[in-house]
C-alpha cells in the first residue's frame, strides 16, 4: 500500500507560481510514474503531468504545456509540480498518483483509471 500526501496548494493571482509536492510513504515509490490530475468543479478529472519511473521521461497536457514542470526526487520519494503563470483556468484541486510499472508509461500515463494510489489532493485557487 502507498499513501500519497499532497502539499503546497493555496491561493494565488494571475501570473504568480506556486510548487505542489507529494509525499509517498514507501521507499518503492521510485518505481512508479508519479502523474499530476486535477479535477475543477463540475469537470471530470483530467491529466496535467507526469514522469515515467524508469526514463524520467516526462509528459504535459497541451494547456500546461511551457508553464509547469514535473520532477522527482527519488531520494526523498517525492514528486513535485511547479507551476508558473498560473491562469483562472488552473484553479482545481490537484490530485497526485502512483501509476505501477506493470503498465506501460507511454500507454496509460494520461488514464486515471489505470494509477493504483492517489493522494487526498491539494487546492489550487488562482484569481484573475
Known amino acids: 500500500q502507498v499513501q500519497l500526501v499532497e502539499s503546497g496548494g493555496g491561493l494565488v493571482q494571475a501570473g504568480d507560481s506556486l510548487r505542489l509536492s507529494c509525499a509517498a510513504s514507501?521507499?518503492?515509490?521510485?518505481?512508479?510514474?508519479g502523474g499530476w490530475f486535477r479535477q475543477a468543479p463540475g469537470k471530470e478529472r483530467e491529466f496535467v503531468a507526469a514522469?515515467?519511473?524508469?526514463?524520467?521521461?516526462?509528459y504535459y497536457a497541451d494547456s500546461v504545456k511551457g508553464r509547469f514542470t514535473i520532477s522527482r526526487d527519488n531520494t526523498k520519494n517525492t514528486v513535485f509540480l511547479q507551476m508558473n503563470g498560473l491562469k483562472a483556468e488552473d484553479t482545481a484541486v490537484y490530485y497526485c498518483?502512483?501509476?505501477?510499472?506493470?503498465?506501460?508509461?507511454?500507454?496509460?500515463?494520461?488514464?486515471?483509471?489505470?494509477?493504483?494510489?492517489w493522494g487526498q489532493g491539494t487546492q489550487v485557487t488562482v484569481s484573475s
Open positions: 498518483a502512483a501509476l505501477s510499472n506493470r503498465y506501460p508509461v507511454t500507454t496509460y500515463y494520461k488514464q486515471p483509471a489505470k494509477y493504483d494510489y
Open positions: 514507501v521507499r518503492t515509490f521510485s518505481t512508479y510514474t
Open positions: 514522469i515515467s519511473w524508469a526514463s524520467g521521461s516526462t
